[in-house]
Structures are given as C-alpha cells and as structure tokens.
C-alpha cells in the first residue's frame, strides 16, 4: 500500500452551531489530523483562568459519522489532544500561552492540534483498523461548535470572550491499495459522562460489553479543570480504581500510582500542570498528567491482548471518589475494537 497525504478542507466557527465536512470515500484512512486557529479578545475578569489546552474547548464536539447513522468517533477536542500526547509519547502542538490568567485580550492569535487514529497506535500491526472508506455510503466529519466563553473554567468572571475568526483545518493519512476484500476492525472510541455529586468508596460506572477494549482513559474534572482530587493520593489518601466483570477483577490501581506507572508505559514528558499558564505553551518541569488516569490492556502492541467482552454480561468500573467542588465529573473514553462481520459462503 502506498500514503497519500492530502488536505481536506476547514470548517468556519459557528458559534453553538454543528457543522459537517464530507470526508472522501477514497482510501482507508489512517488518520486526520486537526489545527485550530482562533482570533479572540477577552473582557478583564478578577478571577479564574482558562481551561486545560485552551482554545480546545471551542470544539466542544467532534464526531465522525459513516453510512448516516454508524458513529466511528465521538469526543471533545480538548481531551483529544491530551489523548494524543499518551499515544504519541509527545503533546501536539499548543500556542496559546497568551491565554494565561484572566486579564483583557485584544485581537489574540492561538492555536492547538491534535489527531484522529484509525490506524492502531503502539501495535504490531497498526493497519489492522484502518478505517477504509471505498464502499461507504457517507462519511462526514461533524464538528459541534461551543461559545469564547467555553475556554474559561468556572470561576472565570469577565464579561465575554469575543471569537473574531476560527477555522478548524483538516488533513489526512491514507493508505492507497489496499488488497481486494481486506477486512478490517473498527476503532471506535466514545465517552461516558458520570457526575460525582457526593464521597463515595463504590461510585459505579458501567460501561458497554460485546466488544473488545483496547484501552479505557479516565478524566476527572472539578469547576471546570482538571483535577487529581477527585481521585486523592497521599498519605492519609490512596483512594482506587477497579474495573471488573462480576468478581472477576481486571485492573486495580490506586490512582495515583497509576498515573506515575502511565507515565513511563506512555513515555510522557509533562513539563506543565494543566491549571498554570505553562499548560498553554511548554516549560521545562516534569509531573504526572493531571486529571488522566489510563486504564491499557495492550502491553506488547499485539491486538489479540484486548478485554475481549463478547461473552462477559457486564463491565463495571469502581471508583473511590472524594467530591472536591460543585461540578464534579468523572469522563470515560473508551477505544472499543469491532470485529468485521463474518460472511457466510454456501458450500460448493
């Protein structure tokens, strides 16, 4: 098979409005890559600041739709390029330090990136889920715009953030040639939304079975940021994750820990914590990435190391939550592997 690098085109802020871009229906897709550029200015506040990679949050929603009705991908654009920087071992490009605290903007230029996957990361054979797209019906890429004032966390008070222009531009990966009746798997990936309302030892999330699972990222988020003290560690804290079938129990963590051993499995540099002004630009500290806690199964890049689910009758995660703020939120964004359907053939 050969690569095609190509541009696909851009989207235009439409603010709180949906807007769709065909995809071609060409090739099989290894991935689409995406850049933000915003234009804004903001109105002086007294308190608060932006949000964790700001100006992600203006993407409030991405979704890449098949056939009309068959949703491959589904997420946010700021936990995207978290996501991206655990599975490329580095964080997409962000210039938005500009942004930092809460004083007056005027006519402000930032960016930031990140990536769509079909092809497998960290995986023997990454082309086992290329997303091939000759034979689809449609195939859009659907972007939900959100307000200036996403970008700010909670305790922001300024009057506005004005968007003057945005543009979301869009390109792709894609594999030219692929042998007549290649099947592959679908890499889906989705997010459940649970909110945290009190402390409890046993807060119960339960996710979907019949597939496989390659891996299960955990976000937590206070008012507005991301957090570690949803899940604490300390000393007098080492509150758990558990995720189970029943009383078979397949990851138990305490999360802390397990955000330190992330950070080696994914070979992360975090040279900034997400609620400072380096969260918008790069510096030259080391901590854990705050509020992600990432829940692997494929240790050795073959995909036949899945939570295979197709004959489990639940999937439930078990959580030891403390409830630090007043919009406490706990988000799962799950990479689920599809087998390709199996085609029956008559006899001779």
Request: charged residues 20%; contains cysteine.
């Amino acid at each position: 098979m050969k690569i095609l690098e190509r541009e696909i085109g851009s989207i235009d802020y439409a603010e709180n409005q949906t807007r769709t871009l065909p995809l071609p229906r060409n090739y099989a897709y290894r991935c689409l890559d995406l850049l933000l550029m915003v234009k804004l200015s903001r109105a002086a506040g007294s308190e608060g600041g932006p949000q964790d990679s700001a100006p992600a949050q203006l993407v409030r929603n991405i979704m890449i739709r098949a056939n009309g009705r068959d949703v491959v991908k589904n997420y946010d654009m700021e936990t995207l390029h978290r996501i991206c920087e655990q599975r490329h071992h580095v964080r997409p490009y962000i210039s938005a330090e500009a942004l930092s605290g809460y004083g007056a903007l005027t006519d402000e230029m930032v960016y930031v990136a990140a990536r769509i996957d079909f092809e497998m990361w960290d995986a023997v054979r990454p082309i086992d889920t290329l997303l091939d797209s000759a034979g689809l019906a449609t195939l859009e890429l659907i972007v939900t715009w959100g307000t200036g004032l996403d970008i700010m966390n909670d305790t922001f008070d300024g009057a506005s953030v004005t968007i003057t222009s945005a543009t979301l531009f869009v390109s792709s990966v894609e594999a030219v040639g692929v042998p007549a009746g290649t099947a592959f798997m679908m890499n889906k990936e989705f997010m459940i939304r649970s909110q945290v309302t009190a402390a409890s030892a046993r807060h119960q999330i339960q996710l979907p079975v019949s597939n496989l699972y390659r891996s299960i990222v955990i976000k937590t988020h206070s008012d507005g940021d991301q957090v570690n003290t949803i899940l604490p560690f300390g000393l007098a804290n080492q509150n758990t994750i558990t995720l189970q079938a029943g009383t078979e129990v397949f990851k138990y963590r305490i999360a802390g820990g397990l955000q330190a051993s992330n950070r080696l499995d994914t070979e992360m540099q975090i040279p900034e914590l997400t609620a400072s002004a380096a969260a918008l630009n790069h510096r030259l500290l080391e901590n854990l990435q705050e509020g992600y806690y990432i829940l692997e199964f494929v240790k050795d890049g073959r995909l036949t190391e899945c939570l295979d689910t197709s004959k489990l009758s639940s999937l439930e995660l078990f959580l030891d939550v403390a409830n630090p703020g007043t919009d406490d939120f706990i988000d799962v964004y799950c990479t689920e592997l599809i087998r390709p359907a199996v085609v029956a053939t008559a006899a001779a």
